[in-house]
């Protein structure tokens, strides 16, 4: 499960402990849990997010970066944040792809750069063939959007699933 998080969250001194006490109250491991953080939200205290994230990622929790690539410090501070996971903004990016030259080059070089620190990559906003067929000859890992599925109940994707064999784009 994805859950996002504000900078108020991180800044919080009790938020990782209230992270870790839901998940044993609940029973679930860290690795079934995902927190996606905006750029925004890590910029205000960047030691502190840093401190806290890495306590986040000792329990096995997942981190993503929500909308990369909409901040301006993301190369800065990519290689020290404990993140397995870039969410690349379709605003910016993926929404003119594979037409617009300097969006597709933008993209491959951010693949190119998460995949060096290994970091996997999702596109977020993939609404075309076009953009999906671009998008893994360059390598993402994942994709999301309209051309997978629009949104579903829990039930509903549940059987597309198990019906598809986990394959929801047929290639």
């Known amino acids: 499960m994805a859950v996002n998080i504000s900078t108020r969250n991180l800044l919080n001194p009790d938020f990782c402990k209230t992270v870790m006490q839901l998940l044993d109250l609940h029973d679930v491991k860290g690795e079934k849990l995902e927190l996606e953080i905006t750029e925004s939200s890590f910029m205000e205290d960047m030691e502190i997010s840093i401190k806290e994230l890495t306590k986040l990622t000792k329990a096995s929790i997942l981190l993503s970066i929500d909308d990369f690539g909409t901040g301006y410090s993301s190369l800065q501070y990519l290689e020290k944040m404990p993140v397995?996971?870039?969410?690349?903004?379709?605003?910016?990016?993926?929404?003119?792809?594979?037409?617009?030259?300097?969006?597709?080059?933008?993209?491959k070089a951010?693949?190119?750069?998460?995949?060096?620190?290994?970091?996997?990559?999702?596109?977020?906003?993939?609404?075309?063939?076009?953009?999906?067929?671009?998008?893994?000859?360059?390598?993402?890992?994942?994709?999301?959007g309209y051309?997978?599925?629009?949104?579903v109940?829990?039930?509903?994707?549940?059987?597309?699933?198990?019906?598809?064999?986990?394959?929801?784009v047929h290639v």
């Open 147 to 151: 051309f997978v599925s629009r949104p």
């Open 84 to 107: 397995s996971i870039i969410k690349i903004d379709q605003n910016f990016f993926i929404r003119s792809l594979p037409a617009e030259s300097s969006s597709r080059q933008i993209v």
């Open 153 to 168: 109940l829990a039930s509903e994707l549940e059987k597309t699933c198990k019906a598809s064999k986990g394959r929801l």
């Open 110 to 144: 951010a693949i190119g750069l998460a995949h060096n620190l290994g970091i996997k990559v999702v596109a977020e906003g993939v609404e075309n063939r076009d953009a999906y067929d671009f998008l893994m000859h360059a390598g993402c890992d994942l994709v999301q």
